[in-house]
């Protein structure tokens, strides 16, 4: 009886089938990404999400995703950002906005920019961003619990899922909270700072 498995055959097929993997595994891995790839991604409300620092290619699906707008805190000369992502997120018809907020010295005047602008069209689907979603959550965290009446030990969970904030931010929090007259006291909640933090 002869041998069907002959080497020759079989280097044939092991061609064969890394060509075909070549081919489709690219197209495979671009359909299994999604804006939930996106560091840190969070979403809070079909309207409302935060993260850290998106790709090149997640800008745009981003805009395959839904959003209208894109709001970024960190600055510009960071090591993760994109030069030319203002120019990019237009061209992918989204608005972009840019408040440069300084990890050590966050302020009410930071918050309140970012707030009015979600406030004049607060219909637009948006994703906050910055480096590692650190100043987006704690920016998330005050604009639901001011803006949008969400539960205060709910919404800040959702933003310990990311950090627990460092001395400088807790308070930022807690004087954007009291300048809206609230207070930071909620069950559960831990404000204490912890021993690393990130940046």
């Known amino acids: ?60 699906l981003i805009k395959e995703a839904g959003y209208e707008r894109v709001i970024y805190l960190a600055f510009s ?13 237009k061209n992918l018809g989204m608005d972009y906005l840019h408040i ?19 406030q004049r069209e607060p219909d637009s689907r948006t994703l906050l961003h910055c480096v590692i979603n ?21 919404a800040k969970a959702d933003m310990n899922t990311v950090w627990q904030p460092n001395e400088v931010w807790r308070d930022f929090i807690f004087e954007v909270l009291q300048a809206h007259g609230l207070s930071p006291d909620c069950t559960g909640c831990d404000w204490t700072p912890p021993a690393s933090q990130p940046r």
């Open 134 to 154: 650190a100043r987006a959550t704690a920016f998330s965290f005050l604009y639901r619990v001011i803006y949008q009446g969400a539960d205060m030990a709910s």
């Open 100 to 118: 440069p907020v300084d990890f050590s010295n966050p302020t009410l005047r930071d918050f309140n920019a970012f707030a009015d602008a979600m």
């Open 1 to 60: 009886m002869k041998d069907t498995h002959s080497p020759c055959r079989q280097h044939t097929v092991a061609a064969f089938l890394s060509i075909l993997i070549s081919l489709f595994l690219p197209g495979l891995q671009a359909q299994a990404q999604s804006v939930s790839d996106i560091l840190n991604y969070r979403e809070y409300t079909p309207l409302f999400s935060s993260a850290g620092q998106p790709t090149r290619d997640q800008l745009s």
């Open 77 to 89: 000369n960071s090591n993760t950002a994109i030069s030319d992502e203002d120019q990019l997120v």
